[in-house]
């Protein structure tokens, strides 16, 4: 059974910082491409960071959160991490880790961010 665990949300005021991190179990970390989705109340899920297989030598992110966030990936420790930096309020969302690889494609549950005074 295939788990992913996200973990590093929480409170942050306007500013602030915030590592969240996507933990996997499977056997082979590395053959998967990694992609950090957020949604908040009422919108549509949004890829906000993605980093390739392998080594991660690739990286994408949404326009919105270019220059303030950072994907990158650990495959010894089988986890994937977003630095988030200068947040703000419009950050707010519950963020989600993403695995594909081929036309399989992996969900975790979602751990919660929320950027307010």
């Known amino acids: 059974q295939l788990q992913l665990v996200e973990s590093g949300g929480g409170l942050v005021q306007p500013g602030g910082s915030l590592r969240l991190s996507c933990a996997a179990s499977?056997?082979?970390?590395?053959?998967?491409?990694v992609n950090w989705y957020r949604q908040a109340p009422g919108k549509q899920r949004e890829l906000v960071a993605a980093i390739t297989s392998g080594s991660g030598g690739y990286t994408n992110y949404a326009d919105s959160v270019k220059g303030r966030f950072t994907i990158s990936r650990d495959n010894a420790k089988n986890t994937v991490y977003l630095q988030m930096s200068s947040l703000k309020p419009e950050d707010t969302a519950v963020y989600y880790c993403n695995l594909r690889h081929g036309l399989l494609e992996y969900w975790g549950q979602g751990t919660q961010v929320t950027v307010s005074s």
């Open positions: 499977v056997s082979i970390f590395s053959i998967y491409a």
